[in-house]
């Protein structure tokens, strides 16, 4: 129970960093304060339990398409979050923002996922 609740901290912390950076590089990404709390509440739900259908379909060898669905994935996440989040709260408009929000917010889930992978320590007993 520990590791889940350490990977949705490290997953919440990695999305709300790269959500309120990517606000902050786009001017057509608009988050509101109490939305951008649900909405990293939601995006982080949503990954972490789509990651682990991803990871296990698809071929941990099979790199390239493991980043295309990565991509993919964090596009569709954002897309369900901005169609459940109001539009006041959370809005990403233009293909260029679409695409640059992804390619953040994507990112910061490729190092989010380094770190969640390390070794656990050894116990000392």
Do not use: C, K
Not at 42 to 51: A, E, M, N, Q
Not at 79 to 105: K, M, Q
Request: overall charge neutral.
């Amino acid at each position: 129970m520990i590791a889940v609740a350490r990977t949705a901290a490290i997953a919440a912390a990695a999305n709300a960093l790269s959500l309120g950076f990517a606000a902050w590089v786009f001017d057509r990404f608009d988050i509101r304060f109490g939305w951008f709390v649900a909405a990293v509440v939601l995006f982080t739900v949503l990954t972490v339990v789509l990651r682990g259908v991803v990871v296990g379909t698809v071929n941990r060898f099979a790199r390239g398409y493991t980043i295309v669905g990565g991509l993919v994935l964090t596009l569709l996440v954002l897309a369900i979050v901005d169609l459940v989040v109001p539009s006041d709260g959370f809005e990403i408009e233009g293909w260029g923002t679409w695409i640059g929000v992804t390619l953040i917010v994507w990112a910061a889930g490729v190092a989010f996922g380094e770190v969640d992978n390390q070794a656990p320590a050894p116990r000392r007993h």
